[in-house]
Each structure stands twice: as C-alpha cells, then as structure tokens.
C-alpha cells in the first residue's frame, strides 16, 4: 500500500529542477540563521573565556580610551601608555584587593612571522604574583621562570608552535636581537595567551630600555564592593581604569546591534525562502487539479487532500532545513574565519558555537513557517470540485 508520505515524495520528484531550486533556497536560510544565532553563542562564550582567562577583574593603566585600551590588551596590539610601577604598592593597600601584579606589554614586529610579517605579543610579568593569576595554565613541557630577572621565556602553545621551538632552544626578541632562552610551553587554552610570549618583567624592561609598566591587573576580594574599589582607583593621578565586565556589556551591546542587521537579512531570507515554498506547492497543486479531482470521485475528503499537500510542504521545509544545518556545521570553521575578518579584535577560541539544541530549534522554526506558508496550497487543493476540474482539464 502507498502511503501519503510516498505519493507527496513523487509529486515533488515530478519537476526536480523546481524541487531542488527550492530546496537551495530553504537550506540557504537555515544556514544563515544556524550561523547567526550560533555566532551569538559562541561570540558571548568566547568573551567571557577571554575575560575570566585573564584571572582578573580590573585593570589600572595610564589614562586613555579604557575599551580602546583593554581590547589592546586582549589582542596583544600596541600604543599603550606607561606608569610607574610604584603604582602597584598605592593600589595593594586597598582593603578589597585580593591580588595585583604588574604587567609590561611590548609588541616588536617579526619579519618571519607569516608572509608578511607579523607582530610578535610580549608580556613582561613577575613570576611571584602572575601565575597565581593564571592557576588555570598547564604546560606541554617545561615550567615558569626560573628567577625575576632571568633570561627567559615561556611560549603560548601558538607561538611555541609558530616558532617551532621546544624547551631548551633560544629565541631571538625581534628588533631588539636580544635571544632568550625557553624554559617553558603551555598547552592550548583557546585565548590569546596562545600567541603571548611571556618573558619576566625586569628582563622585559631592561630590553625595552624603560622601568615603567603598562598595567596593573587587579583580583577583586569576592565580597568586595568593585565599584567602590573603582572610584578609590579614579583618584589616582592620570590613571584609567578598566573594569572588565564594564567592557563586556559594551561589546556584546555594538554586537547586538550588528546582530539585528543581520537577522533582519535572514528574516528577509526566510520569507523569500517561504514564498518559493508556495510557488512550488501551489504549482505543483495546480498542474495536478484533474489528480485530485480524481482523487476526490474515489471517495479521498478535502481534508485528505489537504494533509497530502501539507505533506509535501513538510519534506521541502524538513529536508532543505536539515542541509542547512548539515552545511553550518560542516562549514563552521569558515564562517568563524570570515567572522574574524570583520570583527580583528574578536576573542580568542570558536566564535560559532552551534550545538544540538539550537540545531533543532532552527529546524523547528523553519518547519513551523514552512508549513504556514502552505497552508493557501493546501486549502486551494482541499476546495477543489470534482467534476469542474476533470471537465475543465478535459
């Protein structure tokens, strides 16, 4: 016996330029919205990674734009002011600190890094209250430094791999010709410290020639009043202080602002998608009127001709929403590359996230407007009148 589900699947076969056509244009939207949204996640993932990763919640610098300045930060980029280091002892007196450590970040461009060239991250830390700020950090081989002031280096996972260098080998500062030698190699942890080179502070400010620092980083005690602790911060002199979370909100609120730009062009998809659905359906009810009239003289219900129709707009909408699916995942990789050309200062680790449940509500939402755009065809098949029709095709 052939059941509904086989006769619909014919119907469609019956003009398979027109099926597939359509099938592209649903599984193009599904794509877009499964990226999208995927993007959505995975970008507020990524930043909170990013920000937790950084093992503190402020941080004080000389005075500039603090979003401009912590976005740096994150990405290693260059133009940051300097400050005294003593300004490290004013700020651990204060009663909510929980930590500090200060922090002098260089960046030297590097002939052999890519094709062109690159920039190469260095961050001077002291090796008694830095890793402490990172307990999350585990090395591939090797450990932290051996003194405050030795001639050393610990490589992110990136640039170890960038370099291809091991424990042991030496590395050469760019611009500087000052060789260091690597004593440790973190894992990979999906942020920037992949790329960072890590080199003790006093060593890294005797090769950049200056005693100064260009951050503070800050661990906030965890029942303290953080913005009580900015505004004691604000009074030191010709200081800026970031507050991370402050940062966040700013970021993810210029993303969403992109972000409905964008779903207002994958709606705009979707109802052109939709609208081919009707097209296909309709037309394929219309070159079959003396069918269903047919149909109908056998003793078949408008309400079975109907849910046949319905049927065939149910495996376009499912199938074409399926492959869109399949092709944001598959392809994943691509979208995150692109988004990354757009967006440089993005955080670091997979910036589209796409996993099951939002896989199965884009594909419920598809299903669920796919069958409300068939539901004219359906109807326009259901009213058909037996007679009128094997008369007029006659």
């Keep these: ?85 003593s300004m490290v002892n004013d700020i651990v007196k204060e009663p909510e600190v929980e930590k500090v450590t200060p922090i002098l970040m260089q960046a030297y461009f590097d002939p052999n890094k890519g094709e062109s060239g690159g ?45 291809q260098r091991e424990v042991g080998d030496m590395t050469m500062v760019p611009e500087k010709n000052v060789q260091l030698k690597v004593v440790g190699i973190l894992e990979r942890t999906g942020t920037q410290d992949d790329g960072t080179i890590f080199v003790p502070l006093k060593s890294l400010q005797r090769i950049a020639g200056t005693a100064k620092i260009t951050t503070v980083g800050i661990k906030v005690k965890k029942d303290a009043d953080m913005s009580k602790l900015e505004t004691k911060l604000y009074q030191l002199k010709d200081v800026q202080v970031v507050s991370f979370s402050q940062v966040k909100q700013t970021i993810l609120k210029l993303i969403a602002t992109a972000r409905v730009m964008v779903l207002s062009i994958a709606i705009v998809a979707i109802l052109i998608a939709m609208v081919g659905v009707v097209n296909t359906v309709l037309m394929s009810v219309l070159e ?78 598809i299903v669920g407007v796919g069958l409300l755009s068939g539901l004219y065809p359906a109807w326009k098949a259901g009213r058909v009148r037996p007679l009128e029709s094997i008369r007029r095709e006659g």
């Design 1 to 85: 016996m052939i059941t509904p589900f086989q006769i619909a699947c014919r119907n469609l076969l019956r003009k398979k330029v027109r099926t597939f056509l359509t099938l592209i244009g649903i599984m193009l939207s599904t794509w877009v919205m499964v990226s999208l949204f995927g993007f959505n996640k995975g970008y507020e993932k990524a930043l909170n990674r990013d920000i937790e990763n950084m093992g503190y919640q402020l941080m004080v610098m000389a005075k500039g734009c603090p979003y401009e300045a912590a976005t740096m930060m994150l990405q290693g980029g260059k133009g940051l002011r300097y400050m005294e280091q």
């Design 119 to 163: 920039i190469a991250g260095y961050f001077g830390v002291d090796p008694a209250s830095y890793p402490a700020m990172k307990p999350f950090f585990r090395f591939r081989s090797g450990g932290w430094f051996h003194d405050e002031a030795a001639q050393e280096v610990v490589m992110g996972y990136e640039a170890a791999e960038l370099e």
């Design 288 to 365: 079959r009127v003396q069918e269903i009239g047919i149909l109908k003289t056998m003793g078949a219900m408008p309400g079975d001709i109907f849910r046949l129709v319905w049927t065939e707009t149910l495996i376009l909408c499912s199938v074409g929403g399926i492959a869109g699916i399949g092709f944001a995942l598959l392809f994943a990789q691509v979208t995150d590359i692109l988004v990354r050309r757009i967006l440089p200062y993005a955080p670091g680790g997979g910036l589209v996230a796409i996993d099951l449940p939002l896989a199965l509500l884009t594909l419920v939402t």
